[in-house]
C-alpha cells in the first residue's frame, strides 16, 4: 500500500515539473516576438478603450513579461476587476495577447445583521460604501472603522464587524455587515483626584456618568458614553464656580479599561483652589436707569459667595430688561478682578446697548397645514413694532399652548437696516386628527367600545371638532362637537355640541338627548369668559327597588339652561399640559321661566396645577373641585343632577357614584336593609398625582396618586374630617386611538361592602 502511495506521489510530482517546463518554454519562445493582435474578454462595464489607455502593451511592439505584469497592476488599481487573468498564443507570425476579467459586481443594496443596539437607519449615516459602484476597499474599512465607533460611543467596545457579499441578479450585489454586538462596557467605578472642599458621592451626584447600579434598567446609569464625560467635566466646573471657586481646573477625564474589556474606569483630576467673595459690583456703559435701580434686582450681592449661576441669571435678566425696551442686540459683559489677596472678586457689568429695534418683517416657517393666520394672530409682536423681549416668550407660550405644534424656535437675523430685524417663527407640526376605534375592559364596565373621529386643527384654519361614540356595560354616549376659538377671525369664541347619553346607575337609568351652543370671548391675554345655553330632554327610568318615593317624583323633564364660565389658562400645552396652572368657575341657572321643567342653580369651580421636574419627565398634578346645586322650586334637587363621587374621573378606589350621602331603605319586600346613596348637593374632590414618562416615544407613563373627597347632603357642610380616601397606581398610553389608563385604586378605610380594589380601564385624561 504504502509503495502504490509512493509511486503516485512521484507521479504527481513529475506533472508539475513538465507543466513548469512547458510554461516556461512557451514563455521564453513568445518573449520578444511581436504583439499582432490585444484582445480583451469578461469587461462588460468597463469599456475597451478604458482598458486600451491604461495598459502599456501595444500591437506592433514586442512582448515584454515585465510590461503584461505593470499592466496588470495598472488595471487592478481601477478598482473595476475582481480577477485578471493574460493568455498568449501565436497568431498571423506573432502573438494574440487576450486579457481576461473578472468585474467586481456592482454593490445596489446594503444591509446589516445582528445589529440590536443600533438600529438600521442610524447605522446607514456612517456609510461611505457607493451603491451602484463596484466595491472599494478603503470604503469598506472607513465604514467599518465608523461602525466600531459608533458602538464604541454606546459603550460596546467587544464587538466584531465582517461583511459578505451576496450575488443579485445582473451582476449586482449586496453588502451585508455581519455584526456581533457582545456585551457593552460597563463604568465599575467613577473617582476624583485633588478634591478636599467636596466629597466624591457629592460630585458623582453632579455629573451624569453613573456606575452601573441595580436599578439601571430603569436610570441607565453604567453607560459609557465619550461626548458626556467632557459634559460631565464642564458640569464640575460650574459646580465649584457656582461655590465661589474662580480658579478650578478640571482635567479631561482618564479611563481605563479591565483586562477583560468589560469594566471601565474613569477619573476626574481637581485643582480646586481658593473659595472667592463678591467685592463690589459697578456699572458702565449705556445705563438705562440708575445703577442703583438695576443692581438691586440682581441676586449677586457683595459679600455674597461667588457664584457663576446667579451671575449667568442676572445677565439674562438684565439682557432681556434691555430687550423688552428694544434693544434686542444689547451687549452685557461681566469684566471680573479677581483679588487673591482679599479672596473677593469685583465685578463691573460693561453695556453697550446698541440700537433700538424694529421688528421689519415676519415670516412663518414649517407651517404644512396651519394657516399663517392662525399662527400670527397668537403673536404678541407685529411687523413695524419696537422689538420685545417679553413679547416674543408670550408668543412662544400662546403657540404652544395651542397643541398643534411640537416645536416653536425663533431666529432674529438683522433686516435691511441696523436698526430692523426680521422675525423667522420656525414650527414643527404635531397630527392634530385621529380616526379611532378601540376596545378594551373594566371591572366596572366590563367590555368598553369607543370610536370616534377627532380634528383640533381643521384645514389649518384652528377649527376643532370630533364626532364621538363609547359603549359599555354602563354607558352609551354619543356626541358631535365644534369650536371655533377665533370666530370670523375675531377675539370670540363660538362652540356647539349635540348628544345623546344614557348611563346606567346602580339603582336607575338615565338617558338625555340634547344639545348646547356657547360665545365666548378672551381678555388679559390668559383669561376668557364664555356665555352658553344648553336644552335637554332627560329620561330617568328601570328604578330599583331601593330607590326611595321621593326621588322617583320629578325624576324626568327638561333642563334649560344658562351658564357662564369664567376662566384663566397659563398651562404650557392645553392638549399634553406638563406646566401651569387652569382654572374655571361655571355658573348655571335652569328653570321654567327659560322653558324648562328642573328649576335649579349650580356653581362648579375647577382647578389643575401642573408643576415639572427632571426636564419635564416627572410631573405632579393637583386637582381641585368644588360645587353646589340648589333646587329653586319646592322640590329637591333631581336625583340624576345631584353629586356623586367615586368612579376613573373623582375617587378611583371605589366604584363610580357609590361615594355620598346614604340612607337605609329595605332591601325588598320580604324584609332586610341596605344602603342607598342618594348623592349630595355639595361636593368636594382633591387628587394628586405623580405622573413618570418612561418612554415619551412611544407615549408611555407611569403614575401613583391619592385621592380625596365626598359628596354632602343639605344638612352637611363640606368638611375635611368626613372625607374618603384612596390611593393607587397605573399606566397609560397616548395610543392612536386616543390617551388609554389603566389604573388600580385602593380605598382607605374601606366599608364591609366596598372592594379592597378597582381596576379602572379609561379612554381620555382625567384632568
Given at each position: 500500500m504504502r509503495y502504490k502511495m509512493k509511486i503516485r506521489s512521484y507521479f504527481v510530482l513529475c506533472l508539475g515539473l513538465l507543466a513548469s517546463f512547458l510554461f516556461l518554454a512557451s514563455s521564453a519562445g513568445a518573449e520578444g516576438r511581436t504583439i499582432t493582435e490585444i484582445d480583451f474578454e469578461g469587461n462588460v462595464r468597463t469599456p475597451d478603450a478604458t482598458i486600451q489607455q491604461t495598459i502599456q502593451s501595444r500591437v506592433g511592439a514586442s512582448q515584454n513579461p515585465d510590461i503584461v505584469s505593470q499592466d496588470i497592476k495598472a488595471l487592478y488599481k481601477l478598482g473595476q476587476f475582481e480577477d485578471i487573468k493574460v493568455d498568449s498564443s501565436p497568431?498571423?507570425?506573432?502573438?494574440?495577447?487576450?486579457?481576461?476579467?473578472v468585474e467586481k459586481p456592482l454593490i445596489t443594496e446594503i444591509d446589516f445583521q445582528g445589529n440590536k443596539k443600533i438600529k438600521d437607519d442610524d447605522l446607514k449615516k456612517d456609510v461611505t460604501v457607493k451603491t451602484y459602484s463596484p466595491l472599494n476597499e478603503k470604503d469598506l474599512a472607513d465604514t467599518t472603522e465608523k461602525i466600531r465607533d459608533a458602538y464604541a460611543k454606546k459603550g460596546f467596545y467587544l464587538v466584531t464587524i465582517d461583511h459578505h457579499v451576496e450575488p443579485l441578479d445582473g451582476g449586482e450585489a449586496k453588502l451585508v455587515f455581519d455584526i456581533q454586538e457582545n456585551q457593552g462596557v460597563i463604568v465599575r467605578r467613577v473617582d476624583f483626584i485633588g478634591?478636599?472642599?467636596?466629597?466624591?458621592?457629592?460630585?458623582?451626584?453632579?455629573?451624569?456618568?453613573?456606575?452601573?447600579?441595580?436599578?439601571?434598567?430603569?436610570?441607565?446609569?453604567?453607560?459609557?458614553?465619550?461626548e458626556q464625560l467632557t459634559q460631565d467635566a464642564l458640569m464640575l466646573t460650574f459646580h465649584y464656580l457656582n461655590h465661589g471657586y474662580l480658579k478650578v481646573k478640571v482635567q479631561p477625564a482618564k479611563t481605563s479599561i479591565s483586562k477583560d474589556k468589560k469594566y471601565l474606569f474613569i477619573t476626574f483630576q481637581i485643582t480646586e483652589g481658593q473659595q472667592y467673595r463678591i467685592g463690589s459690583l459697578s456699572m458702565s456703559g449705556d445705563i438705562l436707569t440708575t445703577k442703583d435701580e438695576l443692581l438691586s434686582a440682581f441676586k449677586t450681592k457683595p459679600g455674597n459667595i461667588y457664584s457663576q449661576r446667579n451671575l449667568e441669571e442676572d445677565i439674562q435678566g438684565l439682557s432681556e430688561r434691555y430687550g423688552d425696551e428694544g434693544y434686542a442686540y444689547a451687549n452685557i459683559v461681566p469684566q471680573t478682578v479677581p483679588n487673591d489677596q482679599t479672596l473677593t472678586a469685583d465685578i463691573n457689568f460693561a453695556i453697550e446697548k446698541g440700537k433700538r429695534i424694529t421688528i421689519e418683517r415676519i415670516n412663518i416657517i414649517g407651517n404644512t397645514t396651519t394657516r399663517d393666520k392662525v399662527i400670527r394672530r397668537e403673536l404678541r409682536v407685529k411687523e413695524n413694532d419696537r422689538y420685545s423681549e417679553r413679547g416674543l416668550r408670550e408668543s412662544r407660550m400662546r403657540l404652544m399652548q395651542l397643541g398643534y405644534f411640537e416645536e416653536v424656535n425663533f431666529a432674529t437675523p438683522r433686516g435691511s437696516r441696523d436698526d430692523t430685524m426680521v422675525l423667522n417663527v420656525t414650527v414643527k407640526e404635531r397630527p392634530t386628527g385621529s380616526f379611532n376605534i378601540g376596545a378594551g375592559f373594566s371591572s366596572i364596565e366590563h367590555f368598553i367600545l369607543t370610536a370616534s373621529v377627532s380634528k383640533e386643527n381643521f384645514f389649518g384654519y384652528?377649527?376643532?371638532?370630533?364626532?364621538?361614540?363609547?359603549?359599555?356595560?354602563?354607558?352609551?354616549?354619543?356626541?358631535?362637537?365644534?369650536?371655533?376659538?377665533?370666530?370670523?377671525?375675531?377675539?370670540?369664541?363660538?362652540?356647539?355640541?349635540?348628544?345623546?347619553?344614557?348611563?346606567?346607575?346602580?339603582?336607575?337609568?338615565?338617558?338625555?338627548?340634547?344639545?348646547?351652543?356657547t360665545l365666548g370671548h378672551r381678555f388679559f391675554d390668559t383669561w376668557s369668559a364664555e356665555l352658553g345655553y344648553q336644552l335637554e330632554d332627560i329620561k330617568v327610568?328601570?328604578?330599583?327597588?331601593?330607590?326611595?318615593?321621593?326621588?322617583?317624583?320629578?325624576?324626568?323633564?327638561?333642563?334649560?339652561?344658562?351658564?357662564?364660565?369664567?376662566?384663566?389658562?397659563?398651562?404650557?400645552n392645553r392638549i399634553t399640559p406638563r406646566s401651569g396652572i387652569y382654572g374655571v368657575v361655571n355658573n348655571e341657572i335652569s328653570g321654567a321661566k327659560l322653558g324648562g321643567s328642573n328649576d335649579f342653580y349650580r356653581v362648579n369651580f375647577r382647578f389643575m396645577a401642573y408643576e415639572p421636574f427632571f426636564k419635564k419627565k416627572l410631573v405632579l398634578k393637583q386637582f381641585f373641585r368644588v360645587g353646589y346645586i340648589k333646587s329653586l322650586n319646592d322640590n329637591s334637587v333631581p336625583l340624576f343632577e345631584r353629586f356623586f363621587a367615586g368612579g376613573p374621573n373623582s375617587l378611583r378606589g371605589f366604584y363610580p357614584n357609590s361615594v355620598g350621602p346614604t340612607i337605609r331603605i329595605p332591601s325588598s319586600p320580604s324584609g332586610g336593609e341596605e344602603q342607598f346613596v342618594y348623592g349630595g348637593d355639595k361636593l368636594l374632590i382633591l387628587i394628586n398625582e405623580l405622573e413618570?414618562?418612561?418612554?415619551?416615544?412611544?407615549?408611555?407613563?407611569?403614575?401613583?396618586?391619592?385621592?380625596?373627597?365626598?359628596?354632602?347632603?343639605?344638612?352637611?357642610?363640606?368638611?375635611?374630617?368626613?372625607?374618603?380616601?384612596?390611593?393607587?397606581?397605573?399606566?397609560?398610553?397616548?395610543?392612536?386611538?386616543?390617551?388609554?389608563?389603566?389604573?388600580?385604586?385602593?380605598?382607605?378605610?374601606?366599608?364591609?361592602?366596598?372592594?379592597?380594589v378597582i381596576f379602572n380601564f379609561t379612554i381620555g385624561n382625567l384632568f
Amino acid at each position: 500500500m504504502r509503495y502504490k502511495m509512493k509511486i503516485r506521489s512521484y507521479f504527481v510530482l513529475c506533472l508539475g515539473l513538465l507543466a513548469s517546463f512547458l510554461f516556461l518554454a512557451s514563455s521564453a519562445g513568445a518573449e520578444g516576438r511581436t504583439i499582432t493582435e490585444i484582445d480583451f474578454e469578461g469587461n462588460v462595464r468597463t469599456p475597451d478603450a478604458t482598458i486600451q489607455q491604461t495598459i502599456q502593451s501595444r500591437v506592433g511592439a514586442s512582448q515584454n513579461p515585465d510590461i503584461v505584469s505593470q499592466d496588470i497592476k495598472a488595471l487592478y488599481k481601477l478598482g473595476q476587476f475582481e480577477d485578471i487573468k493574460v493568455d498568449s498564443s501565436p497568431k498571423g507570425g506573432g502573438v494574440l495577447l487576450k486579457y481576461i476579467f473578472v468585474e467586481k459586481p456592482l454593490i445596489t443594496e446594503i444591509d446589516f445583521q445582528g445589529n440590536k443596539k443600533i438600529k438600521d437607519d442610524d447605522l446607514k449615516k456612517d456609510v461611505t460604501v457607493k451603491t451602484y459602484s463596484p466595491l472599494n476597499e478603503k470604503d469598506l474599512a472607513d465604514t467599518t472603522e465608523k461602525i466600531r465607533d459608533a458602538y464604541a460611543k454606546k459603550g460596546f467596545y467587544l464587538v466584531t464587524i465582517d461583511h459578505h457579499v451576496e450575488p443579485l441578479d445582473g451582476g449586482e450585489a449586496k453588502l451585508v455587515f455581519d455584526i456581533q454586538e457582545n456585551q457593552g462596557v460597563i463604568v465599575r467605578r467613577v473617582d476624583f483626584i485633588g478634591n478636599k472642599v467636596f466629597k466624591d458621592k457629592d460630585l458623582r451626584s453632579v455629573i451624569k456618568t453613573k456606575k452601573k447600579s441595580t436599578f439601571s434598567f430603569i436610570t441607565g446609569s453604567g453607560k459609557y458614553n465619550e461626548e458626556q464625560l467632557t459634559q460631565d467635566a464642564l458640569m464640575l466646573t460650574f459646580h465649584y464656580l457656582n461655590h465661589g471657586y474662580l480658579k478650578v481646573k478640571v482635567q479631561p477625564a482618564k479611563t481605563s479599561i479591565s483586562k477583560d474589556k468589560k469594566y471601565l474606569f474613569i477619573t476626574f483630576q481637581i485643582t480646586e483652589g481658593q473659595q472667592y467673595r463678591i467685592g463690589s459690583l459697578s456699572m458702565s456703559g449705556d445705563i438705562l436707569t440708575t445703577k442703583d435701580e438695576l443692581l438691586s434686582a440682581f441676586k449677586t450681592k457683595p459679600g455674597n459667595i461667588y457664584s457663576q449661576r446667579n451671575l449667568e441669571e442676572d445677565i439674562q435678566g438684565l439682557s432681556e430688561r434691555y430687550g423688552d425696551e428694544g434693544y434686542a442686540y444689547a451687549n452685557i459683559v461681566p469684566q471680573t478682578v479677581p483679588n487673591d489677596q482679599t479672596l473677593t472678586a469685583d465685578i463691573n457689568f460693561a453695556i453697550e446697548k446698541g440700537k433700538r429695534i424694529t421688528i421689519e418683517r415676519i415670516n412663518i416657517i414649517g407651517n404644512t397645514t396651519t394657516r399663517d393666520k392662525v399662527i400670527r394672530r397668537e403673536l404678541r409682536v407685529k411687523e413695524n413694532d419696537r422689538y420685545s423681549e417679553r413679547g416674543l416668550r408670550e408668543s412662544r407660550m400662546r403657540l404652544m399652548q395651542l397643541g398643534y405644534f411640537e416645536e416653536v424656535n425663533f431666529a432674529t437675523p438683522r433686516g435691511s437696516r441696523d436698526d430692523t430685524m426680521v422675525l423667522n417663527v420656525t414650527v414643527k407640526e404635531r397630527p392634530t386628527g385621529s380616526f379611532n376605534i378601540g376596545a378594551g375592559f373594566s371591572s366596572i364596565e366590563h367590555f368598553i367600545l369607543t370610536a370616534s373621529v377627532s380634528k383640533e386643527n381643521f384645514f389649518g384654519y384652528g377649527v376643532s371638532g370630533s364626532i364621538s361614540a363609547e359603549l359599555s356595560k354602563k354607558r352609551q354616549m354619543f356626541s358631535l362637537s365644534a369650536r371655533d376659538p377665533y370666530f370670523l377671525d375675531s377675539e370670540w369664541m363660538l362652540g356647539g355640541e349635540v348628544y345623546r347619553n344614557a348611563y346606567h346607575y346602580i339603582d336607575f337609568r338615565r338617558t338625555s338627548f340634547g344639545g348646547s351652543v356657547t360665545l365666548g370671548h378672551r381678555f388679559f391675554d390668559t383669561w376668557s369668559a364664555e356665555l352658553g345655553y344648553q336644552l335637554e330632554d332627560i329620561k330617568v327610568s328601570d328604578f330599583s327597588y331601593a330607590v326611595p318615593q321621593v326621588f322617583r317624583q320629578n325624576a324626568s323633564g327638561v333642563t334649560s339652561a344658562l351658564n357662564l364660565a369664567i376662566a384663566e389658562d397659563l398651562r404650557d400645552n392645553r392638549i399634553t399640559p406638563r406646566s401651569g396652572i387652569y382654572g374655571v368657575v361655571n355658573n348655571e341657572i335652569s328653570g321654567a321661566k327659560l322653558g324648562g321643567s328642573n328649576d335649579f342653580y349650580r356653581v362648579n369651580f375647577r382647578f389643575m396645577a401642573y408643576e415639572p421636574f427632571f426636564k419635564k419627565k416627572l410631573v405632579l398634578k393637583q386637582f381641585f373641585r368644588v360645587g353646589y346645586i340648589k333646587s329653586l322650586n319646592d322640590n329637591s334637587v333631581p336625583l340624576f343632577e345631584r353629586f356623586f363621587a367615586g368612579g376613573p374621573n373623582s375617587l378611583r378606589g371605589f366604584y363610580p357614584n357609590s361615594v355620598g350621602p346614604t340612607i337605609r331603605i329595605p332591601s325588598s319586600p320580604s324584609g332586610g336593609e341596605e344602603q342607598f346613596v342618594y348623592g349630595g348637593d355639595k361636593l368636594l374632590i382633591l387628587i394628586n398625582e405623580l405622573e413618570w414618562w418612561m418612554y415619551e416615544p412611544a407615549g408611555i407613563s407611569a403614575v401613583v396618586f391619592f385621592d380625596a373627597g365626598n359628596a354632602y347632603a343639605e344638612e352637611e357642610n363640606i368638611s375635611i374630617t368626613n372625607i374618603r380616601m384612596d390611593y393607587g397606581a397605573g399606566i397609560r398610553w397616548n395610543s392612536p386611538m386616543g390617551p388609554m389608563r389603566f389604573e388600580w385604586g385602593i380605598p382607605i378605610n374601606k366599608r364591609p361592602w366596598e372592594d379592597s380594589v378597582i381596576f379602572n380601564f379609561t379612554i381620555g385624561n382625567l384632568f
